[in-house]
Nanobody, 123 residues
């Protein structure tokens, strides 16, 4: 019943920018936190950024602070990840998590994930 669809990935040169989008349907979007994760083959999926239900607070992995920005538009049931100054190490499949919450300020993944969108940064 819950559908999560990411888009916006692609191939970009180092230093370039991309904007990822995630559209969620089938849930009361505005009551849930959202997160962006990325995964490289053979490695654990890692959190990149998360945002609370209202969009007034966000957290970022140290590796992307100052370069990435997460935002949401609850009227459109959409969360975004603006990615700038991209580095080759940003390469991976980016996944949107649709129904997160917080435990002691730490994002907890919900059960619904998108299919992922590939981001490749060339050097």
């Amino acid at each position: 019943q819950v559908q999560v669809v990411e888009s916006g990935g692609g191939l970009v040169q180092a230093g370039g920018s991309l904007r990822l989008s995630c559209v969620v349907s089938g849930r009361a979007f505005r009551v849930f936190a959202m997160g962006w994760f990325r995964q490289v083959p053979g490695k654990e999926r890692e959190i990149v950024a998360d945002i609370n239900h209202s969009g007034d607070t966000a957290n970022y992995a140290d590796s992307v602070k100052g370069r990435f920005a997460i935002s949401r538009d609850n009227a459109k049931n959409t969360v975004y990840l603006q990615m700038a100054s991209l580095k080759p190490e940003d390469t991976g499949v980016y996944y949107c998590n649709a129904d997160g919450w917080y435990s002691s300020g730490t994002y907890q993944s919900g059960e619904h994930w998108g299919q992922g969108t590939q981001v490749t940064v060339s050097s």
